[in-house]
């Protein structure tokens, strides 16, 4: 599917118009979540989790403020989401973007997650998992100089997150000016 296709066919799902959370931006993390999925080693189904997760994880804002309201509705979404956009996908891949997406906002690190058994009722094992959720919300994370925030260290979960910030850097100074 084409950019452009992909772009209209998320749009659909997207409960909120919104230009700081919308396609722009789950376009910059699907990019930024690409370089961070092949540095960290990722296999493909892990891959490509990290890819569904970037382009459907704030499908279900109903405004740009804070909280993790949209957090908690988008893991109930995405039993409507996927399978329109991606077909049918294994269920290790389903859970492991549903709790991607259901803690992305709780202000954690992907291990500490794990430990705290956050993502238990995912069929997989647990390191593959928690590797997977932290290339997913470092490339979030990595998009917040877009409304003028740097990532925090402390909140970053792999350890190629530093690589990827200068270009996310350049993106958004490009775009200030």
């Known amino acids: 599917m084409t950019p452009a296709g992909l772009r209209q066919q998320l749009g659909a799902f997207a409960r909120f118009p919104s230009h700081i959370h919308g396609p722009a931006h789950w376009f910059r993390v699907r990019r930024f979540g690409a370089l961070l999925s092949a540095r960290e080693g990722l296999p493909t189904d892990a891959r490509r989790c990290v890819e569904i997760f970037s382009l459907v994880h704030d499908l279900a804002r109903l405004d740009d403020g804070g909280g993790n309201q949209h957090a908690i509705d988008g893991a109930s979404y995405v039993d409507e989401v996927l399978p329109a956009v991606f077909g049918a996908l294994p269920s290790e891949q389903i859970e492991t973007v549903r709790a991607a997406i ?49 990532p925090q260290p402390r909140l970053m979960s792999t350890a190629s997150w530093r690589d990827i910030l200068p270009l996310a850097l350049r993106i958004h100074r490009r775009a200030s000016t």
């Open 102 to 150: 259901r803690y992305h906002s709780d202000g954690l690190v992907a291990q500490a997650a794990g430990e705290l058994g956050l993502f238990d009722r995912v069929a997989a094992p647990r390191e593959s998992v928690v590797r997977t959720i932290a290339c997913c919300w470092d490339a979030d994370r990595l998009d917040l100089p877009r409304v003028g925030i740097l």
